[in-house]
């Protein structure tokens, strides 16, 4: 594994890891009321191309980066859903 890949790697952690917050807060609260569905829709949908293209590229970090990011956006996308039925 490269420096750069190193770097890939770290730089993935740190992004992804900025949508745990939220989830938290939105899980404890059930609070949704001024979350975007259409944002968090479009950008799941975004990060899960992003999988995609790392995966068929075969790099590392995208995959790691992306895979974390389209759990953590749609996590929030399906909290959004079902916490907005209530």
Do not use: H
Not at 21 to 36: A, E
Request: net charge positive.
């Amino acid at each position: 594994m490269s420096e750069l890949d190193i770097l890939g790697l770290v730089a993935s952690c740190f992004t992804s890891s900025s949508f745990a917050p939220q989830i938290w807060r939105t899980w404890k609260t059930r609070d949704v009321s001024s979350m975007s569905l259409s944002t968090y829709l479009i950008l799941t949908i975004g990060v899960s191309l992003w999988l995609l293209y790392g995966v068929l590229k075969g790099d590392l970090p995208l995959i790691v980066a992306n895979t974390t990011m389209v759990m953590m956006t749609g996590t929030i996308t399906l909290m959004i859903v079902f916490f907005n039925k209530r």
